[in-house]
Each structure stands twice: as structure tokens, then as C-alpha cells.
């Protein structure tokens, strides 16, 4: 079975999975070719033999490249999983039993260690964080103002002398609000915890540098950047407290055990190299774009923008549009917007089967009636002015549904 949008189609879901480009596609397309003739190109990268150690160097030119394009200070702190969401799962996992057992090691464990998450973590950090709670840990959830922002008072107040680990979302992938990564780290440090950013929707978006942020560990998805899917980078800080989160054969240094995808960690690294070389230049790009929507989506009677975004703000993603649209429900704006050409999302791709509302919108202040009116519109490499403009219309068609 074959699927093909036809011409006129308009993707505007960009938060949830980019396209892939064609840089990174030219770049697996060697490790994916199959036959007699390209076996060497599809050797286990953890063998001995020539072909092995040769497509080894490949996963390893990856991960050099990686580190590079996010500031990391060694190769080795790049590992390879199957996606953020077994980043985000084996950081705050692996690094609570870690700093649980440095301390005990030390004879200062607490009785229950504290963490500390952010009301609008992505579910790969929410569900971990429920789950490290059944075996003992002490969970905090930081509130968030109306606009989606943890304020740096707030995670000064929750902090301890039991706190041993806080994760906070570099950029919210639903109403595109921007976190002061670098001053929260540091007042994490300050206190003796380790600090984890899922910086899944801010790297290409945002500015993103680990030396810069000083963070222990961070998240990152290749399929946000025009990356293949099932490819997955935590960045770990050598000498970060850590219990492997998958067991097995001990690759990647012992810390993400199974076969690596080399077609997938090659393709990663081009999308990341790529989206990093070009942040600046895109961001530059979209943020008109994001800006015109807020302005003319927002003249429709029944819309309103779920945020305050100013016109040319640095605090919002370039590339997220948040609206709510009166009387009708995400559902149904999403399947009539498709009917007319458009692709977009109420939030969330990870839970859109979901009926419950949107605990980002809830834990901002946003009742659950409004937030089953959430209209999520995501932009990016291959959006252009005229689907913007087509979009509005678009959108008034579907509010005056017949």
C-alpha cells in the first residue's frame, strides 16, 4: 500500500514529526541499500571483522559530529537510543537509582530522595517521574505561570536538601514557551541536584549549547529536525551519576544496550548538523510567519491565542502557533481542516488518541472545556508564505462550517 498527499496538501504539524529532508536521506540512503552487493554496508557496527569495524567508524564519525553541533565536550557523551522518548525515560530513571546509590555509597542517602519536574513535561517524563514515586522517591511538580513559563522563584522554593535530580523542558511543544535552561541548571547545581532538559523541540528552533546550559543530561529526537524516526540522543555528562536503563549486550560504552542503528545514528547527525547550522537563519524565517498567524487567526471571532506572544518574541518557539477556537473541538477542527487540505494537530502527537484535555493547558490555568478547543499549528523547513496565508482562510472555512 502506497500514501501520497497530493500537491496541494499543506503539513503544518511540524511539532509533531518534521519531514525527512533530502540531506538526510542521501546520507542513509548507503547503510539502507539491500542485496549481496551491500553487505558490508549492513554489518554489525560491534563486530571484529573488517566490515564490522567499518561501519563502527561510521556510528562513531556520527556521534563526533553530534557532540560538535551541540557543544558536548566529548564524543562519549553522546548515546544513541530509539528515540526521546527512551532518552527522556532512561535520564530521569537512570539518573535517580545513579545519584540514589552515589549517596548511599556515601552514607547520606535520604529517606526519600526528592525530583523535581515541571507540570508540562512531555509524558516521557511525566509517567517516569509517577513511576520512580512507587519506588520511593518523593516527586515535586512545578507550577507554571499562565504563559507556560517555570519561573525561577518557583524551582528555588521547591528545592531541598533531599533534591538530587530536576527536569525541565527546554521548549513546550504545545504553546511553544521558551525555559530559562541555563539559569535553572545553575541554581539546581547550586543546591547539589543534577539537572535534565528534553530539549526535543527547541534544538533547530532555539538556541541550543550544553556548555552553555551546564546541564547533566538532555534529550533529543531526530525525526523533530527532518531526521529518520526511531532515533533517539541522550547526552550525558561524564561522570554523571547513571544506572543503565536497558541491559544486555553492553553497547554504547554499557550505558543503552542493544544494536545500533547505524542508518538511523547517521541520518540523526546529519539532521542535527543541519538544524544547528541553520537555527539562526530559520528562526529568522518562520518567526514572521508564526507572528501573521497570531495576527489574523486571532481576527476570526471565535479564535483566541492560548499565549501572549509579541510580535518578533524570542520567548516562544519561531514555529508554534497556539489558538483556541470557541465552540468547536480540537477533533473536529483537525478533520475538517484535513477535508480542506490542512494538516495540523490540537496538541500532543504522543497522546492525540487521548479524550482527556491537554495537562499543559490544564496546569496553565486553562479549564477543560477550553481546552478541548486547543488548535495546535506548527510550522517549518518547507512552509512557505502562501500556505500561511491559504491556512487563515482555511480556518474560517472551518469555523463557518455548513
Not at 565536550?73 to 539518573?95: K, N, Q, V, W
Amino acid at each position: 500500500m502506497s500514501f501520497t498527499c497530493n500537491d496541494t496538501y499543506v503539513y503544518l504539524d511540524y511539532a509533531a514529526t518534521a519531514p525527512l529532508t533530502e540531506e538526510v536521506a542521501a546520507a542513509m540512503a548507503p547503510y539502507q541499500a539491500g542485496g549481496r552487493e551491500n553487505i558490508l554496508v549492513n554489518a554489525n557496527a560491534n563486530s571484529l571483522h573488517t566490515p564490522g569495524r567499518k561501519v563502527f567508524a561510521a556510528l562513531e564519525d556520527a556521534r563526533k559530529t553530534i557532540a560538535g553541533a551541540l557543544g558536548a565536550a566529548r564524543p562519549s557523551e553522546i548515546i544513541f537510543t530509539s528515540g526521546a522518548t527512551e532518552a527522556d525515560d532512561s535520564a530521569l530513571i537512570g539518573m535517580a537509582l545513579g545519584a540514589r546509590e552515589a549517596l548511599r555509597l556515601k552514607g547520606m542517602q535520604p529517606a526519600q530522595p526528592h525530583i523535581i519536574v515541571s507540570a508540562i513535561e512531555h509524558d516521557a517524563i511525566l509517567a517516569p517521574a509517577k513511576k520512580l514515586e512507587t519506588l520511593g522517591f518523593r516527586v515535586t511538580r512545578l507550577e507554571v505561570n499562565s504563559q507556560g513559563f517555570v519561573e525561577v522563584r518557583s524551582l528555588e522554593e521547591a528545592l531541598c536538601e533531599d533534591t538530587i535530580l530536576v527536569s525541565v523542558q527546554a521548549a513546550n511543544s504545545e504553546v511553544g514557551s521558551i525555559q530559562p535552561i541555563a539559569q535553572l541548571a545553575a541554581l539546581a547545581h547550586e543546591h547539589g541536584a543534577l539537572f535534565h532538559t528534553d530539549a526535543v523541540q527547541a534544538l533547530g528552533k532555539a538556541p541550543v549549547d550544553i556548555a552553555e546550559w551546564d546541564v547533566d543530561a538532555a534529550s533529543f529526537s531526530a525525526h523533530k529536525l527532518g531526521g529518520p524516526k526511531g532515533v533517539g540522543i541522550l547526552y550525558l555528562k561524564a561522570r554523571t551519576p547513571f544506572e543503565p536503563y536497558l541491559l544486555g549486550g553492553g553497547q554504547e560504552s554499557g550505558l543503552r544496550s542493544g544494536t545500533q542503528n547505524v542508518a538511523g545514528a547517521v541520518g540523526c547527525a546529519t539532521a542535527v548538523f543541519d538544524a544547528q547550522a541553520m537555527q539562526e537563519a530559520e528562526a529568522a524565517r518562520l518567526r514572521p510567519l508564526r507572528d501573521y498567524l497570531y495576527a489574523e487567526l486571532t481576527r476570526i471571532e471565535e479564535v483566541e491565542a492560548t499565549v501572549e506572544v509579541d510580535p518578533g518574541s524570542f520567548d516562544f518557539l519561531p514555529n508554534i502557533v497556539h489558538v483556541l477556537v470557541e465552540g468547536l473541538e480540537s477533533e473536529t477542527l483537525i478533520l475538517r481542516l484535513d477535508m480542506l487540505g490542512f494538516g495540523v494537530s490540537g496538541g500532543s502527537a504522543c497522546s492525540s488518541l487521548s479524550l482527556e484535555p491537554s495537562h499543559v493547558l490544564k496546569a496553565m490555568g486553562i479549564s477543560t472545556d477550553r481546552a478541548r478547543e486547543a488548535l495546535r499549528i506548527s510550522i517549518g523547513r518547507y512552509t512557505t508564505e502562501q500556505d500561511v496565508h491559504n491556512f487563515v482562510e482555511a480556518l474560517k472555512k472551518a469555523c463557518d462550517w455548513e
